[in-house]
């Protein structure tokens, strides 16, 4: 009996044999027929266990930085010009630490997976007609998902390797380019900004070439519209445009040259791979990017550039900005999110090592260029009244594998717990309870949830509604994960518990305490089965609990460190405190 390591979902495969799944999703693509009878495992996820996490982020860190100052003198050569390694951090850095995170995960899953199970042969895909490359940063993200783009990378990871020979690239398939996320949620918001846009055109006859540019702030648009009129200019709403771009060119590519004596066998298998897969808009385009960014009707000269999402976006946007920044002009990030004062990799997120002033929720401080400022995200939004009945169980992104962990994984493990919290809730909870999908959420990934939606009669499915008018139905708030969306509740006094599926692994050492502090009020549970107990038993009782003095103390002191309430004319003091960092 041969044993196949099976890269991609094909009909080649024979039940004489023992077929090994590189992960769940391929078997789940497998014509269910074909799998009847079938002698078969799946590889084991890789990455999820709490000191390899923590392990991998300090480790791949060094990595990032050691393959950027590489890119920075190849990058100048290729172009003819001479930038910073900051420069370039700014043009390719999300993109360059996405791209190592996830070609991680791939070779360490194939390592010990050639390891602990002899391998006859790697049955893939004819990768020789197909595109890997994405145009833009943030393409790279949405590929991770597919599984012919993970085919092609494990391909060209193998081929770097002792078991080259075995790889067998029989599987036939047509020439084709991968497609951009293109939801309908994105079609429809960018239908409402290009109206917007239309409508804002009519105001770029007072634009000043020293108005401050902010783009993707982060505040709700009427607030960052006030923002700007207290900065004494008139407001503007950018987006950041898309040229054509011309195609790949592997002659160009060959003359970027990473390649040193590695020891490490990752470090090596990264110096071939990087100048294939770097997008277009970074090799190809880049002269033609920065003609074009000269004739973009953006302020020449701002006053600062502040944005708080679109650090990793577009190779305009990257370009422009990295070039601003080279000329000397203050470049501002503010925090969208959970994650920057919190988690393992906060001290090594691109845009805050690259920005003059970063400008933090809370006041959790680790570095001299961080500004505590105050919750962009709930800036306008009213304190919650507590008059709703329901439990409303709120679920993660079905999220992309461009992480070092197998995100597929974790989601599965998050999806069986999120099951099992629904399932030990009392009857009397359950007839009240919402579960609200999150708005990405497809079938097809986490076939658990699937199955526990398709023959749903415990609770009401919500995926649409407005989240925040969902919550106004809300006596309680439980989050399957830690989030924004939970942060943001305990800023605007909306009873909630957050659910960590695998504890505490992904936070920073400098921040336990703080969240075993939480789990010690019940405002965090580590345990589905502990979390479902006390739902049942404090349902009649929740505004108590939430409002015990203990409780509520802790709530206001971890707001103050890592969400603070926005203060009333919240844009008039934000843009106070932008002033005062540019004088």
Known sequence: MKSKLILYPNSKISKKDKNIFFNKLIKENMDKGILNDLDFEIVKPYGLDGEIIKDNFLKLAIVHKKFIKLLTKELNKLHSINRQERYWSIVLGAWLRDFIWTTYNRYKSLKETFEYSFVDEIISVDDKNHMHLSEEIFDFMSHTNDLLFDAILNNKIIEQTKYKNKLNK??????????????????????????????????????????????????????????????????????????????????????????????????????????????????????????YCKNLNWPKNPKFIFTSNSFGSSGIFQIWLAEKVHKGFKYFVGQHGFGYLELNEKKDHIEFVTADKFFSWGNKVFDKKMVPLFNLKVVGKKESTNKGKELIIVTRSSGVRSVHYDRFEYGKILNLKTISILEGLSKDVKKNTTLRLHQNYKTGIYQEMDNFLANNLI?????????????????????????????????????????????????????????????????????????????????????????????????????????????????????????????
């Open 170 to 291: 029989s599987i036939p398939t047509k020439k084709i380019s991968f497609q951009k996320y293109n939801s309908k949620k994105y079609k429809k918001s960018f239908s409402i900004k290009k109206k917007l846009l239309n409508v804002f055109k009519l105001l770029r006859v007072f634009k000043k070439d020293n108005d401050a540019f902010i783009i993707h702030s982060g505040l709700p648009m009427i607030e960052e519209m006030k923002l700007q009129i207290y900065l004494k200019q008139v407001p503007q709403y950018w987006e950041i445009p898309k040229p054509e771009y011309l195609p790949p060119n592997d002659e160009i590519r060959k003359n970027i040259n990473l390649n040193l004596d590695y020891d490490n066998e990752f470090e090596k298998i990264l110096s071939k791979l990087i100048p294939a897969y770097i997008p277009l808009s970074i090799i190809e385009n880049y002269k033609n990017i920065i003609n």
């Open 459 to 583: 609770v009401k499915i919500d995926k649409n509604t407005n989240y925040f008018k969902l919550i106004q139905k809300g006596k309680l708030v439980i989050f399957n994960d830690i989030s924004s969306g939970y942060l943001n509740n305990l800023n605007i006094n909306c009873p909630s518990i957050c659910f960590l599926p695998i504890g505490l692994n992904f936070i920073h050492e400098e921040n336990k305490k703080d969240y075993f502090d939480l789990i010690d009020k019940k405002l965090m549970f580590e345990d589905e089965r502990k979390l479902a107990s006390f739902i049942n038993e404090n349902w009649k009782d929740i505004e108590n609990w939430w409002y015990n003095s203990e409780v509520k103390k802790l709530r206001q002191e971890f707001c103050l460190k890592y969400s603070i309430p926005p203060p009333k004319n919240a844009a008039k003091v934000f843009s106070n405190i932008l002033m005062k960092e540019i004088v």
